[in-house]
C-alpha cells in the first residue's frame, strides 16, 4: 500500500512553461517532505524540502507547496528548462521509535520541450 | 563530486552465488543506507548504518546482509542471489539522521541470472 503517490508517471511541458509535479500522502505521522531529480544512470539528487509546520519553500526557480488538510504536495518549476528533464520523486519522513524513516514515492518522469 | 562512490557498478552474476557491493564515502558521515530501485516500487530501504558496527533492517533486508567496519565503507552482501534481487542498488549518506537530503551515489545495477 503506498503511503506516497505521485499519480502522474510522466509529465510534458514546454521550455519557459510552468511544471507542476504532484504527490499525495496517506500517513498523518509525517513530517518532513522532500523532493529528489534523477537523471538516468545517476543517483537521485535532492532538490528542495518542507516541514509540515510550514506551507510553502521556495529556492530558486523551485517552490514546493503543502496542504496537510488535503495530505497533499506539489513542487512547481517556473520557468522550466530543458536541464529539468528527469524523474522527480517525492519522498516522505517520519519518526519510527527510534528512527527516522523515508518513504518513497514512484516518481514522475518529466519532460520539457524546447 | 559528493564524495560517494559505488563498485562496481554493474554486475552479472549467477543465482546462488555469493555478492558484495561497495559504498565508499570521503565525507565522513555517520549515516550510510542502502536501497534498491525496481519498477513499480520506487526505492526501498534495504539496510542502514548509524555508524561503526552499528546496523540495522529497513524494509526488505530479506537475503541481504551489511557491514561497516570503518566510517567510510557500508558493504551490502547478498547471502545467495536469487532473480528477485535483480535490481538497482542505490547508497546514500547523511551526517544527520533528522537531514534528509541524502546523498546518493551513483547506483549498482545487478543481474542475477
Known sequence: DQQVKQNSPSLSVQEGRISILNCDYTNSMFDYFLWYKKYPAEGPTFLISISSIKDKNEDGRFTVFLNKSAKHLSLHIVPSQPGDSAVYFCAAGYNAGNNRKLIWGLGTSLAVNP | ?113
Open chain 2, 1 to 113: 563530486d559528493a564524495g560517494i562512490t559505488q563498485s562496481p557498478r554493474h554486475k552479472v552474476t549467477e543465482t546462488g552465488t555469493p555478492v558484495t557491493l561497495r559504498c565508499h564515502q570521503t565525507e565522513n558521515h555517520r549515516y550510510m543506507y542502502w536501497y534498491r530501485q525496481d519498477p513499480g516500487h520506487g526505492l526501498r530501504l534495504i539496510h542502514y548504518s548509524y555508524g561503526v558496527k552499528d546496523t540495522d533492517k529497513g524494509e526488505v533486508s530479506d537475503g541481504y546482509s551489511v557491514s561497516r567496519s570503518k566510517t567510510e565503507d557500508f558493504l551490502l552482501t547478498l547471502e545467495s542471489a536469487t532473480s528477485s534481487q535483480t535490481s538497482v542498488y542505490f547508497c546514500a549518506i547523511t551526517a544527520q539522521a533528522t537531514n534528509y537530503g541524502y546523498t546518493f551515489g551513483s547506483g549498482t545495477r545487478l543481474t542475477v541470472v
